[in-house]
């Protein structure tokens, strides 16, 4: 990959995440209109964007991946697991912020910065890898929910573990970023061929997704102030390089290949994913170092996408 290439697939990414904080800086939007962008992008134009994405993939080569998601689902939900274990014996971190801890470290923004960055640079396909990783991130969230809820305070104190965990499936299940690519993968299976009439419906809400997540993010980034700090600094390098190793690592021992595998690989090298923030503001734990933790790994894209894809090779 030329370094032509890639500036020319960062620079539209970085513009609109500068145009979302500029607009937050102005107070061109207020905090209820943000989330309305984060509602639209991820609950209406991302999952339309996946479903048609993988349904656009050939049935032999989706019925080879079947390693490489193996491999994302012991990278994002039994990195989670094992994260939160360790994290909730640290004296530090016990409960809510070893969770918070845990689910950074596990899940990324691929689904607001996967299409926007890869499909310029490795085409098409990325978008079916996208759906991919945006399974596995929705799997590991609502595991998340289960954790937080057992181990909030306030409000939720008298929270029962079945009522905790009866709210993180919730939370999973009614989630159309888990449907959306399971409904895709179905189609595929199943050789159903989708009506060029409602792929081209899904096409139009779906092509809105990068701009606005984008700039819903840039308006995230916005609202919090910056503090760097030793945690944040080993945080945002942990964020980045954990996750990586561990699925590159996954893909030699289950022998995995394919196209899919170096696009995940960048896609586990991705910034933050933005709900992190919004968990940590919720559950009252490491609200400014998430939030600074957000920023620091979002601009590590200009290192992180380069190494990832000449370590995919």
Same mark, same amino acid.
């Given at each position: 990959?030329?370094s032509?290439?890639?500036?020319?697939?960062l620079l539209?990414?970085?513009?609109?995440?500068?145009?979302?904080?500029?607009a937050?800086r102005?107070?061109?939007?207020?905090?209820?209109?943000?989330?309305?962008?984060s509602?639209?992008?991820?609950?209406?134009?991302l999952p339309?964007?996946l479903?048609?994405?993988?349904?656009?993939?050939q049935r032999?080569?989706?019925?080879?991946?079947?390693?490489?998601?193996?491999a994302?689902?012991?990278a994002?939900?039994?990195?989670?697991?094992?994260?939160?274990f360790i994290l909730?014996?640290?004296?530090?971190?016990?409960?809510?912020?070893?969770?918070?801890?845990?689910l950074?470290?596990?899940?990324?923004?691929?689904?607001?910065?996967?299409? +926007?960055?890869l &499909?310029?640079? /490795?085409?098409?396909?990325?978008? #079916?890898? @996208?759906?991919?990783v945006? !399974?596995? =991130?929705?799997?590991?969230?609502?595991?998340?929910?289960?954790?937080?809820?057992?181990?909030?305070?306030?409000?939720?104190a008298?929270?029962?573990r079945?009522?905790?965990?009866?709210?993180?499936l919730? +939370?999973?299940? &009614?989630?159309p /970023?888990?449907?959306?690519?399971? #409904?895709? @993968?179905?189609?595929?299976? !199943?050789n =159903?061929?989708l009506?060029?009439?409602?792929?081209s419906a899904?096409?139009?809400?779906?092509?809105?997704?990068?701009?606005?997540a984008?700039?819903?993010?840039?308006?995230?980034?916005?609202?919090?102030?910056?503090?760097?700090?030793?945690?944040?600094?080993?945080?945002?390098?942990?964020r980045?390089?954990?996750q990586? !190793?561990?699925?590159?690592?996954?893909?030699?021992?289950?022998?995995a290949?394919?196209?899919?595998?170096?696009?995940s690989l960048?896609c586990?090298?991705?910034?933050m994913?933005?709900i992190?923030?919004?968990?940590?503001?919720?559950?009252?734990?490491?609200?400014?170092?998430?939030?600074?933790?957000?920023?620091?790994?979002?601009l590590?894209l200009?290192?992180?996408?380069?190494?990832?894809?000449a370590?995919?090779?």
């Amino acid at each position: 990959m030329n370094s032509g290439g890639l500036f020319g697939a960062l620079l539209p990414v970085f513009f609109v995440l500068a145009l979302g904080y500029l607009a937050g800086r102005r107070h061109s939007f207020d905090t209820n209109q943000a989330a309305g962008l984060s509602k639209l992008a991820l609950g209406y134009a991302l999952p339309a964007s996946l479903f048609v994405s993988m349904t656009d993939i050939q049935r032999p080569l989706l019925l080879q991946q079947g390693r490489v998601v193996v491999a994302l689902l012991v990278a994002h939900v039994g990195l989670f697991l094992v994260s939160w274990f360790i994290l909730d014996r640290i004296p530090s971190l016990r409960g809510t912020a070893a969770v918070i801890c845990a689910l950074f470290l596990s899940t990324s923004a691929t689904p607001v910065f996967g299409i +926007a960055v890869l &499909k310029p640079l /490795l085409g098409p396909t990325s978008a #079916g890898t @996208v759906g991919l990783v945006a !399974l596995a =991130i929705n799997l590991t969230v609502p595991l998340a929910i289960i954790l937080l809820e057992m181990n909030s305070g306030g409000d939720s104190a008298n929270v029962s573990r079945r009522d905790a965990i009866m709210k993180g499936l919730q +939370a999973g299940l &009614k989630s159309p /970023l888990l449907w959306a690519p399971i #409904g895709g @993968v179905l189609f595929v299976l !199943l050789n =159903i061929p989708l009506p060029v009439e409602v792929s081209s419906a899904f096409a139009m809400i779906g092509s809105a997704t990068s701009g606005v997540a984008l700039f819903a993010v840039g308006l995230t980034l916005n609202a919090y102030s910056f503090h760097f700090s030793r945690f944040v600094l080993i945080g945002s390098v942990a964020r980045i390089s954990i996750q990586t !190793l561990c699925f590159f690592v996954l893909v030699h021992l289950f022998r995995a290949q394919g196209v899919f595998v170096r696009e995940s690989l960048v896609c586990c090298s991705f910034p933050m994913a933005t709900i992190v923030v919004l968990f940590a503001t919720k559950y009252k734990a490491l609200q400014g170092e998430t939030a600074s933790i957000l920023l620091l790994s979002t601009l590590s894209l200009i290192i992180t996408v380069p190494l990832t894809l000449a370590l995919g090779r």
